[in-house]
């Protein structure tokens, strides 16, 4: 009994370890296409539109409300402490730190990753995937690299719009609908936010984020088994293991970047 369980437990750290070197592998393999991609930068282009574009309203919507929530929540914050002129600093670098790249990439996993893991695995499931490797056709370079680099492309303009929007809903909440004074609002932006440390790093975050989700959402869809039920399974493992990456990263990135 004790021989059978170990030898269990052998072949399934076995089998697990060879899981992380294919994948480990085939993330260098779409690091390495992209001289090759960028000559081709069409079919890039396609995926930024069909990830970014069709992506951008559920973005600016979400990023205008949770402005209009951290206007609301930030004002009766700091009118405690009397302090209700830096709701415009407080909102813009929650946004721009870690509200913008975070939600942006959960959302993003939401409706983009699904619709990557979704899309390679039918094609696998229709054996397109194996009809262009016998045509000699590298599935990784035609399929997977153009989507993975519009991902990671797309990303961090969409962390930006949900950021502008962000802040623009805060604006609306603090200024037009509570009263604070907009000039007091704007100025506290202006003088508190730092380009380089603030805006900089919630462009790094959600820059490693878009590594993050489409090569997850990729590689769901490439190693699903060719079934309805192997196509459905890999869609709710990329939403969760996306989204616990991106929490993670993101606590990994916070200690990094605020403590050095």
Do not use: C
């Not at 081709?40 to 979400?62: E, M, W």
């Not at 590298?138 to 997977?144: F, G, H, Q, W």
């Not at 007091?184 to 380089?196: L, P, T």
């Amino acid at each position: 009994m004790m021989a059978q369980a170990l030898r269990d437990l052998g072949f399934a750290v076995r089998e697990k370890l060879a899981h992380i070197g294919y994948g480990a592998r085939l993330f260098v393999r779409l690091l390495w296409t992209l001289k090759s991609s960028l000559q081709r930068f069409g079919l890039i282009r396609d995926q930024i539109h069909f990830l970014g574009n069709y992506s951008l309203v559920i973005i600016a919507f979400s990023g205008l409300f949770v402005g209009f929530v951290f206007g609301l929540q930030g004002y009766y914050t700091l009118q405690r402490y009397g302090s209700s002129e830096a709701l415009g600093l407080l909102v813009a670098l929650s946004l721009v730190r870690e509200l913008g790249p975070v939600v942006t990439a959960l959302l993003f996993a939401g409706r983009a990753g699904t619709s990557l893991t979704a899309e390679i695995g039918l094609m696998k499931a229709g054996e397109q995937i194996s009809v262009m490797e016998m045509m000699a056709v590298d599935p990784v370079l035609r399929v997977l690299a153009p989507r993975f680099w519009g991902g990671v492309i797309a990303m961090p303009l969409l962390a930006a719009v949900f950021s502008a929007m962000g802040i623009v809903g805060g604006w609306v909440v603090g200024v037009v609908m509570i009263g604070v004074d907009s000039g007091s609002f704007w100025s506290q932006i202006q003088g508190g936010v730092d380009v380089w440390r603030d805006v900089g790093n919630g462009i790094i975050k959600s820059i490693i984020f878009g590594f993050t989700v489409t090569y997850v959402a990729l590689l769901q869809g490439y190693v699903a088994q060719a079934t309805p039920e192997g196509v459905a399974a890999a869609t709710t493992r990329t939403v969760v293991m996306a989204s616990l990456s991106v929490l993670v990263m993101d606590f990994v990135l916070t200690a990094m970047m605020f403590t050095i």
